[in-house]
């Protein structure tokens, strides 16, 4: 079913197009989770948040944006969500901060469904220095780079401009290019 047929059965009230949604977007829910929790099982888990939240509101679902632009949304949201969650946690009391093995010193390990086999060393360096961009950056530049969307889809989805996308993601590439410089630099 494509997207006008959802959006047409969603306004009309009918809930019955559900397993539709959760079998188009799925996949495209966990890789955009997974690009930033960069955790399989947190993945998992806010795959599955974001379709009992798309299930809770899908008769509240507005025609402004597609049905994929909404629940790209809602996965940002949810994933966002749980990474502050994780830092708040991270940064609680003293004792817990002596005791627990920070998540820096923690080697990022996950395989994206977007790495080949013979680039997952790269991509696992790739996906430390996103995280060190600021959140929009790193929000657009995933979006773009690593889910494919256009810009214009990428804009929708962020609420923002298609200008203000394209500073974010030169701005981001910058940035990342002097991550990686750095991070080659140094382990030479």
Not at 103 to 125: R, S
Not at 142 to 148: A, N, P, S
Request: hydrophobic share 40%.
């Amino acid at each position: 079913m494509n997207q006008a047929d959802l959006t047409a059965k969603i306004q009309n009230g009918d809930t019955s197009v559900f397993p539709d949604i959760v079998e188009q977007c799925q996949q495209m829910v966990y890789n955009t989770a997974l690009s930033i929790v960069q955790n399989e099982a947190d993945a998992e888990d806010i795959t599955q948040e974001v379709f009992i939240e798309v299930y809770e509101n899908l008769t509240e679902f507005r025609q402004e944006a597609q049905v994929n632009t909404w629940i790209y949304r809602i996965t940002i949201n949810k994933a966002l969500d749980f990474e502050k969650r994780k830092k708040r946690q991270k940064h609680g009391g003293l004792l817990k901060r002596i005791f627990s093995v920070r998540a820096e010193e923690e080697p990022i390990n996950f395989n994206h469904p977007g790495a080949q086999l013979d680039n997952k060393e790269k991509a696992a360096v790739l996906f430390r220095a996103l995280k060190k961009l600021p959140e929009n950056q790193q929000l657009a530049f995933t979006l773009h780079k690593i889910e494919g969307l256009p810009y214009k889809e990428v804009a929708a989805i962020m609420e923002t401009s298609l200008y203000a996308v394209e500073s974010l993601i030169a701005r981001g590439k910058t940035s990342l290019k002097k991550i990686l410089e750095d991070y080659y630099q140094s382990s030479e």
